[in-house]
Nanobody, 119 residues
Framework: QVQVVESGGGLVQYGGSLRLSCAAS????????MGWYRQALGKQRELVAK???????NYADSVKDRFTISRDSAKNTVYLQMNSLKPEDTAVYFC?????????????WGQGTQVTVSS
């Protein structure tokens, strides 16, 4: 069974840092793009950052220069280092993986991890 599992969320003060991790496991043949999305209460889910298999990255304008996405392909894991956190970063963060696995190529989502930034 293919799974995508996030960890590392929590409560942090304004200006603090958190590191999210997301590990994919199971019968995976290839992982293409991995990334992070977030959904704040009452808002639509939005892209935060993504990284291709070759290491190319994209960031939302709101997190540029504060967040850094990276991946360890040997571990099928993607990370999101979040610095200088603001209350508006409060959201549920979802890991996203475009993978070729046992049921073909499709998008997999994690269950989400809550990030709360207090002012």
């Amino acid at each position: 069974q293919v799974q995508v599992v996030e960890s590392g969320g929590g409560l942090v003060q304004y200006g603090g840092s958190l590191r999210l991790s997301c590990a994919a496991s199971g019968a995976i043949f290839s992982i293409y793009t991995m990334g992070w999305y977030r959904q704040a209460l009452g808002k639509q889910r939005e892209l935060v950052a993504k990284i291709s298999s070759s290491g190319m990255t994209n960031y939302a304008d709101s997190v540029k220069d504060r967040f850094t996405i990276s991946r360890d392909s040997a571990k099928n894991t993607v990370y999101l280092q979040m610095n200088s956190l603001k209350p508006e970063d409060t959201a549920v963060y979802f890991c996203h993986a475009d993978m070729w696995a046992d049921k073909g190529r499709r998008i997999y989502w994690g269950q989400g991890t809550q990030v709360t930034v207090s002012s």
